[in-house]
C-alpha cells in the first residue's frame, strides 16, 4: 500500500535571525578540566544511527592514550542543525574547538565565523613530526576541496561522497526490469514508472534533505548549473527539463515525496525500488537490507555527468593557543589511517586521505572503491557565496518542496527562485 505524505518545507528562521558575526576572535568554552588536562570540544553530525557510536569510540580512545588532552564530542544534527548552532555560540561569544561542516556551507562559514587555517594550524603548532601534515595527508586535489574562492584553506577534508542510486533487486525482479538498464535518468524515469504500473511499489525516491545537494546532481548532469560567475543561474531549459521529470513522477504517483528521515525509511522496508542518496549511506542499507544493489547515479543523454561532492570538512575554530595545540594533536589521530578507515568503513564515505588509496580497505569496500573511481566527474557541492550564502539555500529548497508539493509548473518556480537569489548579490 502506498502512503503519500507531503513534504512540509524546513524553516531556517532561527538561523538567519541571528545574522553575520563576522570573523573575529569568539572564545571557546572553558579551558581546563579540573585535573589540568586542556579541554576541547568537537561537535558533529554522527548520529546513533549513522556513525555516532563510532565517532565515541574513537574519542574515547585518544582521551585514554594520553593524559594532558580531553575531547569532548557532541552530536548536534545535520549540517544546517551545526550552522545554527555555531551562529547561537558566536551570539554570546563562544565557539566549540572543532567542527564538521557540510561543504555546501564552506563559503558561508568562512565569510561569517572565526577559524584557523590548517597549514597555519600545524606550522605553529604541530610537533616536528606534524609541520608538513596537510601535504602529508591530502592529495592536492583533496586540499583544493577546502580552499575558499579567496584562496584561503578553511578546514581539513572528511568526509567525500558522491551521488549513488540504491536499488531494490527484489522489486526490480518483481517488474521485469534489469539493473543494467539504467544508463540515463530518462532510463531512470521509464524504470519508475513500470514499478509504479507493475507492483504495488513506489518507482523512485530522491533524497530530499534540508539542502538541494541531491537535485543539483539531476539538474547539472543536464548541462545546468546552480551558480555562474557568482549568482544564481538555476533557471534555464535544462534545469526546467531534469525538474520536470521527477516534478512528473511524484505528481502521477511514480516517485515518493516525502522528508528524506522517512524515504530512507521507506526503501529500507522494501517500499520504493530506486533510492538516491549519498554513498555514505551505503553500510546502512547493505546491512539493514539483502535486496540492495548500488550504482553511480546517472547522467542524461550527451551531457557530462557531474557527481556534486557531499560530505563535510573539519573546521578549527578554537580560540587560544592552548586549545589549538590540543586541537591539531587531536586532528593527527582523527586522520590517522586506522581511525579515518574505520569511520570510513562505518559510514561509507569516500577516504579521503593518500594512505587509503590501493589499500586492503579500498579492495574490501567495492562500492567505496566504484565511488572512488568516479572522481572525475566530481564538481564542489555549490556553495552561494558571501552572507547569504545560507538564505539562497532555503529559497531552493522551497522552490524544490513548491514544485513537489504544489505543483507549481518548474519554469515558474525556478524563474521565481534564481530571481529573489540574485535580488541579494
Sequence with gaps: MKIMKQIVPMAMAAVLAFG???CGTTASSSTTTADGKVEIEYWHINSESFAGPTVTDIVKRFNESQDEIVVKEKYIGEYQSIMQNLQADAAVGTSPDLVQIGWSYKEYFGNNFAYTDPNELFAEYGTEETKNFID???????????VLDSGEMLGMPYGMSIPMLFLNTDIFA?????VEDLVTWWDVDAAARTIAENTDKYGLYIGESNYVWEMQQLIESNGARYITDGICSIYSPESVEAMELYAGL???????????????QAYLAGEVGIYMDSVAYTNITTTTTDFTEIMVAPGWEDEELQLPIGGNFLAVTSSTDEKKAATAEFLTWMLDAENMLQWNGVTGYIPPIKSAVGSEFMAENPVIQMAYDNLDSAVPWAA?????GLQAEQILIAMRDEILSSGTPSEEAMKKAQEEINKMY
Excluded at 592536492?140 to 576541496?145: G, H, M, T
Excluded at 511524484?250 to 530512507?264: F, N, Q, T
Design 136 to 146: 602529508d595527508t591530502y592529495a592536492e586535489s583533496v586540499q583544493a576541496l577546502a
Design 174 to 178: 518483481e517488474a521485469g526490469i534489469a
Design 384 to 388: 552561494f557565496p558571501g552572507n547569504n
Design 250 to 264: 511524484v505528481h502521477d504517483g511514480s516517485a515518493l515525496h516525502v522528508v528524506i528521515e522517512e524515504g530512507r
Design 20 to 22: 553575520a558575526t563576522g
